[in-house]
């Protein structure tokens, strides 16, 4: 079991950063790939961001990409979102997840480990 404690959502301004952390329980975090998902009212749950293992592959929804970047620290079991120049349209639940499998990222099934959600707002 990996249980999945997401923080650091809120409300920002248009153009304005947050970032998000998404603390993991389990020992094993450095073996496991890490996502972030989001999920607006009446829209189903999409791809924002996958990092491997190890750190090395990351890759980005279409409309995140040079603004929002995923980290991770396996000291720390800690996975992060950076979010810049964030606009109206990101608003929504941000959920982390973890997979020992990369391969799927973008697919929502392939993620077998799930936090709670934290909620993002931006205002314009």
């Known amino acids: 079991q990996v249980q999945l404690v997401e923080s650091g959502?809120?409300?920002?301004?248009?153009?304005?950063?947050?970032?998000?952390?998404?603390?993991?329980?389990?020992?094993?975090?450095?073996?496991?790939?890490?996502?972030?998902f989001r999920q607006?009212?009446?829209k189903e749950r999409?791809?924002?961001a996958a990092i491997n293992w190890s750190?090395?592959?990351?890759n980005y929804e279409d409309s995140v990409k040079g603004r929002f970047t995923?980290?991770?620290?396996?000291?720390?079991?800690?996975?992060?979102?950076?979010?810049?120049s964030l606009k109206p349209e990101d608003t929504a639940?941000?959920?982390?997840?973890a997979s020992p499998n990369y391969s799927r990222y973008q697919?929502?099934?392939?993620?077998g480990y799930w936090g709670q959600?934290?909620?993002?707002?931006?205002?314009?």
Not at 9 to 34: H, K
Not at 70 to 84: H, P
Not at 117 to 124: A, D, E, N, R
């Open 93 to 97: 639940v941000y959920y982390c997840a």
């Open 9 to 36: 959502g809120g409300l920002v301004q248009a153009g304005g950063s947050l970032r998000l952390s998404c603390a993991a329980s389990r020992r094993s975090f450095s073996s496991f790939a890490m996502g972030w």
């Open 70 to 84: 995923i980290s991770r620290d396996n000291a720390k079991n800690t996975v992060y979102l950076q979010m810049n």
């Open 40 to 42: 607006a009212p009446g």
């Open 55 to 58: 750190g090395g592959v990351r």
């Open 107 to 111: 697919d929502y099934g392939a993620w």
């Open 117 to 124: 959600g934290i909620q993002v707002t931006v205002s314009s």
């Open 46 to 48: 999409e791809f924002v």
